[in-house]
Every structure is written in C-alpha cells, then in structure tokens.
C-alpha cells in the first residue's frame, strides 16, 4: 500500500487523476480541469455560492446531464473496473483495515472483499434485466398503448460511509449507484485513515473521473458539502448524524436512504441446543471486536438457560481466541481513542463474568460477557459497537417481546430456539429492520435480502437488486398513439352520466370474484 501521499488540504477532495493503464472499454476518463472532478480546478470556490464542493458538484452534473452514464455499456465498464480494484488492491485494503481497527485478514477478505463482490457479480448477472423497461397492465381504454415503468437514474448521488466497515459500506452503494446511471461523489469515513486514504488515490485509477469523486472531509467539511443539491444521499452512521443529514437533505427535498444502527435484541429460549447457540452468538458478538451494526448487542434469556449459557460462552471465547484473545491474531481492536473510551464506560454497568481485561495504549477490550444487568443501565441505553455481551434476564418469550417491543425498533432481532413456533412467534410479534433465526449476522450475505432499518434504526434498504432500486427512479410511462380521436371524446365536456358510464365501464378496476349484473 503507498503510504507516502500528502493529505489533501481542509476543503479539499483528493484530485482525480485519470488512470495510468486502462484497458480498453474500462470507461475511464480523463481528469477535468474546469472544476469538478478532482483536476486542476476541482476545488471551485463558486462566487455565487461561496461553497467549495459547488464546482465540483456542476461537473458532475454536466457530466450525468449529458448521458455518458446511461448506456448500459458504460455501467458495465465502470463496474468491472470496480471489481479489478477489488482484485488488484485485496492485499492494500487487508493492511490498510489492519493498521486503522486490527481487523484479522480472514473478517477484512470475508467481509470488505468476498461479499462486495458477491455484490458487483449479482449486479453485472442481473443488470440488462434489472434495467429493461417493465410493462405494467392497462384498462380497456388503454388497452392499445403502452404503459411502461422506465427505470432513470437519480442524477448526482452522494454516499457518505462509515468506519466499521469501510470499504464494503461505501462500495456496495457506489455499485447500485453505478448500476443505476448515476454520478457519484463518495465521502468515506475520515476515522479510519489509512482506508480512506487508499480509497482516494487508488479508486479514482479505475473509475471514470468526470462522473465518479472522491471527497476526504471532517465533520465540518462535510456539513458544507451537504449544502449542495443532491439527487440522492445514502448515509450510513448513527441515528443522531443520521438526522442531521435528513435536515440537509429536506431543504432541497432530496430522497435519502439512512442505514442506522440500534440495540439489536437476541432472545435465546430453553429449547435450543446451548453450544451452538453459544458459538453463534459469540461469533456474531465478538466478528470485528463488536463494531458491526448488526452484531447482537444482548441476549434476553431465563435465569436458568443463562447459568447453562454462560459456561458455553466461556468455551466459545477460548475456542476462537485462545486463552488470551488479546494474544490471538484473529481478534480485532477498537477503531479509535474515543470510541475505545466509550465502550471502556460501559464496562461499569452490570457484573463482569468473562473477560472484562483491557489496555487503552492498545485499543484493546477483551471479549465481555455482563450480567446482573438492570434495562437502566447505561449499557441498555444506547448501541454498545463494541465486544461486550450483556444478558437480561426475562421470564419467558412473552415477557422478552414485551421488552424488546418497549424499546426503539432495532436493525435485526435474533431469536434461538429448537422449536420454530418460538423463533416464528418472535418474528410475527416483534417489529425491526431485519430478522435472523438461530444465527447471527448470515442474514447479511444474502444479495437476495433487502438490508435496512425502521424506525430509528434506518430508512429504506439495499443489497442486490434493492441497491439498484434505491438509486433508480421508478419512471411511470404512459405512451398513446395520435389518432383513435373520437374513444377520447367520451371523457371531454360536455359531460353527461351516459358518457361517465361508459368511461365507467372502460376504466373501472374491479375486485376479483365479483360481477356484475346487466
């Protein structure tokens, strides 16, 4: 990985530069150099707005206004290359995600490259399909046109990522988007460094960079790019970012998909073979230190099946990660000082009965388990994003719906047990974002599954053909032909209740299994 490279200045995204070796048809173009796509002039503080993401924006603008991004060809070309980043720099984001949280080779390969290309390769099967107008059905008075839903791009898309999850977070948008015909400005995380580094000198050598951008901003940078108009912004982060980007997005009445986050509830019934449950559970907890959104954040479990879990916990701990996970190559860390500090405080809630070990100059929290733990608790009070289990205990299936629906709408419940009426009553009974049961996480890796919240845990959903679909524009196309004049002189004035009958007749949509009597 090239490590040698000057940041880019506040305000500024990280110039475009066209590819030093593209094959051909790989859609790659030349830098701009009149403000907007990362040439000479990308940064145009525009006199009229006084922005300093407006010049950009316009490029990207004039660029999609002038169709380049519509043929399916050129989607194709974008996102092949797309996949050859993916090939060509695997090794550079396994150490980029390893210097910026420790992320394990095998949970970085599996999770950052493996499932984004799952994704790319779905998109690229499906897309001449996925694109092709959709005929819909007509009524009789317009039985001989054309009634059709054109699938447009959106315009100019921006993807704002985030850090638990990099690479795949910001690309399996971007490949919907691609998909879709959109330009896109991508804005990774500025949290971790080194990926968002690599992201922005190597992505643009593969791309075409009069449509596609990357932007590195702060906080406050990005509250400025969020000033422009956007077509469509798809933000993943935190409800409470999650709303400030909606209150940009609504003064220019723009769509947005938020992907949030949330306590994801875990009930574990008696009926259910402990050790698996044990391990699964344990893995989907502990996979990238706890910082995945849709990890479970706690078990609601009885008293007794809690002295049967906790044993069965221990052994999964030291099954994965030996007797010193702080030791074992396959456990990550905290991504950063302040995030450590925060999951650290959390600690204090409850009783620690496993792990509890940690070492700040690290970034280190051992794999946790709490108990004793009452629904007050600052660990009950907010996402935990780290590797800490807490157990609540509840009386039964009835009493843990009762909580878990007393609470904000999370992003996935799990439920554990042997009996599927128990993993079926949980699911009928409890409302979230997405629903796994008897494991954890494996919901995800579906492209046929749509990802995303409800409530506060998120707006609309993606993977698959629902990335396509959520960059795309659901265009409702009647066209009808010049003449047959006189079938429409039923409908003009003046009226009469022999002419509305008829238009009655022709129009009515009526419900299946009736009929009606002349």
């Not at 993606?462 to 409908?491: I, K, Q, S, V, W």
Request: hydrophobic content about 35%; proline content about 6%; charged content about 20%.
């Amino acid at each position: 990985m090239e490590t040698g490279s000057v940041l880019p200045q506040p305000g500024t995204q990280r110039p475009l530069e066209p590819p030093g070796q593209q094959p051909p048809g790989s859609g790659a173009g030349k830098a701009a150099e009149d403000g907007g796509g990362g040439g000479k002039g990308s940064v145009d503080s525009d006199a009229t707005s006084g922005n300093p993401y407006a010049g950009l924006v316009s490029h990207l603008r004039a660029a999609w206004l002038s169709g380049k991004t519509r043929p399916m060809e050129y989607r194709v070309a974008q996102l092949e290359a797309l996949g050859r980043f993916l090939d060509e720099k695997k090794q550079d984001i396994l150490e980029a995600t390893a210097l910026d949280m420790g992320k394990p080779p095998f949970e970085a390969e599996f999770s950052e490259v493996l499932l984004c290309k799952n994704e790319l390769h779905e998109t690229l099967n499906n897309l001449s399909q996925w694109m092709k107008d959709e005929h819909v059905d007509k009524n009789l008075v317009t039985r001989l046109d054309s009634a059709f839903i054109r699938k447009d791009p959106y315009g100019v898309v921006l993807i704002i990522g985030t850090w638990n999850y990099p690479i795949y977070i910001l690309l399996v948008p971007l490949i919907g988007a691609i998909a879709a015909g959109n330009c896109v400005i991508i804005k990774p995380s500025e949290i971790t460094k080194n990926t968002e580094r690599l992201v922005a000198e190597m992505l643009s050598c593969y791309l075409d960079n009069d449509c596609f951008a990357v932007v590195r901003a702060d906080v406050q940078e990005t509250t400025r790019l969020l000033e422009n108009k956007f077509d469509y912004i798809f933000f993943t982060g935190s409800p409470s970012v999650g709303r400030i980007v909606m209150a940009a997005a609504a003064k220019h009445l723009t769509p947005v998909t938020l992907e949030l986050g949330g306590k994801n509830p875990c009930y574990v019934s008696d009926t259910c073979d402990v050790q698996n449950t044990a391990r699964r559970v344990a893995w989907g907890r502990f996979f990238n230190a706890g910082q995945t959104c849709v990890a479970p954040d706690y078990v609601l479990c009885s008293a007794e099946m809690q002295e049967k879990l906790l044993p069965a916990l221990r052994k999964a701990i030291t099954d994965f990660y030996g007797p010193n996970p702080r030791e074992s190559p396959d456990f990550g860390r905290i991504v950063g000082e302040t995030q450590f500090q925060r999951v650290q405080r959390l600690l204090c809630s409850g009783r620690v009965v496993i792990g509890g070990q940690t070492d700040e100059e690290e970034r280190y929290i051992a794999p946790t388990v709490l108990v004793d733990l009452q629904p007050s608790d600052p660990i009950m009070q907010e996402e935990i994003f780290g590797p800490i289990l807490p157990i609540v205990i509840v009386a039964n299936m009835d009493e843990a719906i009762d909580f878990i629906n007393s609470r904000e709408r999370p992003l996935v419940v799990y439920a554990f047990s042997s009996d599927d009426k128990v993993v079926n009553q949980v699911l009928e009974r409890t409302s979230s974002g997405g629903f796994c049961g008897n494991d954890t996480l494996m919901h995800v890796t579906l492209t046929s599954l749509p990802f995303g919240g409800i409530g506060s845990s998120g707006l609309g959903n993606y993977h698959g053909r629902f990335t396509f679909d959520a960059f795309t524009h659901h265009r409702g196309c009647l066209h009808r032909g010049m003449g047959r004049e006189a079938l429409n002189a039923l409908r003009y004035p003046p009226y009469s209740q022999q002419k509305l009958g008829i238009v009655r007749a022709a129009s009515e949509v009526k419900r299946k299994g009736t009929c009606t009597l002349l």
